[in-house]
């Protein structure tokens, strides 16, 4: 099993990489980069997929193509996919993270640890997908975006068992990655 590639960024990109990045966008890109909420945290995710999908591919980064396309209407906010690798991206604030790896899909998801402790969090996080705590959500929502078909699958189906989830009969291999300020999990189809 190939280990997913990580790789991290704090929005806004600074100097000559976030005009590197906005060089890179497509049209469609450069609409949503437009109109997003958080345009700078969107534009360090797209790089950091460029980035990632170049490394492991051995393509130029010039010539990576991300795109997305939600499965229920079609428009570009679905899942990013980039050339010849599976993806993952996860927000926690202003901190950007990607996950990439060919040989299989991964998922990652990142919550930050001052504000994902809350009584109120926490107590959310049960009622959706069982378990306990901010780690336990992010194992969870890592499976559903390796699994591809995210929150549109009821959360307290994956089932999390140490280092392993299932989901409709199929395995993922867990990983803590977690940092002083954030709780990460990274899930890798089997």
């Keep these: 099993m190939d280990e997913p590639l990580l790789t991290t960024a704090t929005a806004p990109l600074a100097g000559e990489r976030r005009g590197t990045a906005l060089g890179l966008l497509t049209a469609a890109e450069a609409s949503r980069f437009a109109?997003?909420?958080?345009?700078?945290?969107?534009?360090?995710?797209?790089?950091?997929?460029?980035?990632?999908?170049?490394e492991l591919t051995g393509l130029p980064l010039e010539s990576?193509?991300?795109?997305?396309?939600?499965?229920?209407?079609?428009?570009?906010?679905?899942?990013?996919?980039?050339?010849?690798?599976?993806?993952?991206?996860?927000?926690?604030g202003e901190f950007v993270i990607a996950a990439a790896r060919t040989?299989?899909?991964?998922?990652v998801d990142a919550e930050r640890r001052d504000v994902g402790l809350a009584a109120d969090r926490l107590a959310a996080i049960r009622l959706v997908a069982g378990g306990d705590g901010v780690e336990h959500w992010t194992r969870v929502e890592a499976v559903l975006k390796a699994d591809g078909r995210g929150l549109r699958v009821d959360p307290a189906a994956v089932r999390i068992r140490h280092d392993?989830?299932?989901l409709d009969g199929v395995g993922y291999a867990l990983t803590d990655a977690s940092d002083e300020e954030?709780?990460?999990?990274?899930?890798?189809r089997l």
Excluded: K, Q, Y
């Excluded at 040989?103 to 998922?107: F, H």
């Excluded at 954030?182 to 890798?188: K, L």
């Design 182 to 188: 954030h709780v990460i999990s990274i899930a890798t």
């Design 103 to 107: 040989a299989a899909p991964v998922g």
């Design 164 to 166: 392993r989830a299932t």
């Design 64 to 92: 990576i193509t991300v795109t997305a396309a939600c499965p229920d209407c079609g428009r570009e906010h679905g899942r990013p996919r980039a050339d010849g690798v599976f993806v993952s991206l996860s927000h926690a």
């Design 35 to 54: 109109v997003d909420p958080t345009p700078e945290r969107f534009l360090a995710g797209r790089m950091l997929l460029r980035e990632l999908a170049a």
